[in-house]
């Protein structure tokens, strides 16, 4: 019998693993290395830790012990939100009281606490600014991804163009019910671009 090597996996989205939240203040290095090493062994071997909707406070105490921590396995990280839909539904279990208007200042705050190493922000397209802040990332060469949002098929063409090209756990986070064929689901689906 041969063996199969396979190369690994890269987790665009991962909140936490083996027990560890990474949206958890001060994590200890050996909390991160233990949740790094569970990855691997799933066939994990690069991943963004994500960041959901938070102060900036809050984003910055979560960030800090991964900006210390030195495995090749993190290829930066993911911010989800704040910048979302607020309403039930596509707001998911993000809180409510930290979903921001997108805003190029706030983006760069995050970044420059994350050490420059955002590589991934999901945001909802059909917030007033959200074109902008694309724009600005992608710029900067951090990937776009649509989420926790009700867009129409317009304001999905819109982030496309302006540079979105990924969608963040498509059909989770919708609203409770969607029109049969004309949702943020099937204007995803349809764009071949995400």
Same mark, same amino acid.
Not at 70 to 94: K, L, T
Not at 167 to 183: C, E, F, P, W
């Given at each position: 019998?041969?063996? *199969?090597?396979?190369?690994?996996?890269?987790?665009?989205? @991962?909140?936490?693993?083996?027990?560890?939240?990474? $949206?958890?203040? %001060? /994590?200890?290095?050996? #909390?991160?290395?233990?949740?790094?090493?569970?990855?691997?062994?799933? %066939?994990?071997?690069?991943?963004?830790? +994500?960041?959901?909707?938070?102060? &900036?406070?809050?984003?910055?105490?979560?960030?800090?012990?991964? /900006?210390?921590? #030195?495995?090749?396995?993190?290829?930066?990280?993911?911010?989800?939100?704040?910048?979302? $839909?607020?309403?039930?539904?596509?707001?998911?279990?993000?809180?409510?009281?930290?979903?921001?208007? !997108?805003?190029?200042?706030?983006?760069?705050?995050?970044?420059?606490?994350?050490?420059?190493?955002?590589?991934?922000?999901?945001?909802? !397209?059909?917030?007033?600014?959200? &074109? =902008? *802040?694309?724009?600005?990332?992608? =710029?900067?060469?951090?990937? @776009?991804?649509?989420?926790?949002?009700?867009? %129409?098929?317009? #304001?999905?063409?819109?982030?496309? &163009?302006?540079?979105? +090209? *990924?969608? +963040?756990? &498509?059909? $989770? =986070?919708?609203?409770?019910?969607?029109?049969?064929?004309?949702? @943020?689901?099937?204007?995803? /689906?349809?764009?071949?671009? /995400?």
């Amino acid at each position: 019998m041969t063996s *199969l090597t396979i190369p690994g996996f890269f987790d665009l989205q @991962v909140n936490g693993f083996g027990g560890v939240d990474f $949206n958890t203040r %001060g /994590l200890a290095q050996e #909390q991160i290395a233990v949740s790094v090493n569970a990855m691997a062994k799933t %066939g994990v071997t690069r991943c963004l830790p +994500t960041f959901i909707t938070s102060s &900036l406070d809050h984003f910055s105490a979560c960030v800090k012990p991964w /900006l210390e921590f #030195q495995d090749p396995a993190v290829a930066g990280f993911h911010i989800e939100g704040p910048y979302i $839909n607020p309403q039930d539904g596509p707001r998911g279990a993000h809180p409510r009281a930290f979903v921001a208007a !997108p805003s190029i200042e706030d983006f760069d705050r995050r970044q420059d606490a994350a050490g420059g190493r955002i590589r991934l922000i999901t945001l909802a !397209p059909e917030i007033p600014g959200s &074109l =902008a *802040l694309i724009e600005h990332v992608v =710029a900067r060469g951090v990937r @776009v991804s649509i989420g926790h949002s009700d867009a %129409g098929r317009e #304001q999905i063409k819109s982030a496309v &163009l302006a540079g979105a +090209t *990924l969608t +963040t756990h &498509l059909g $989770n =986070a919708t609203a409770r019910t969607i029109q049969r064929y004309d949702n @943020v689901i099937w204007q995803q /689906l349809a764009c071949d671009e /995400l």
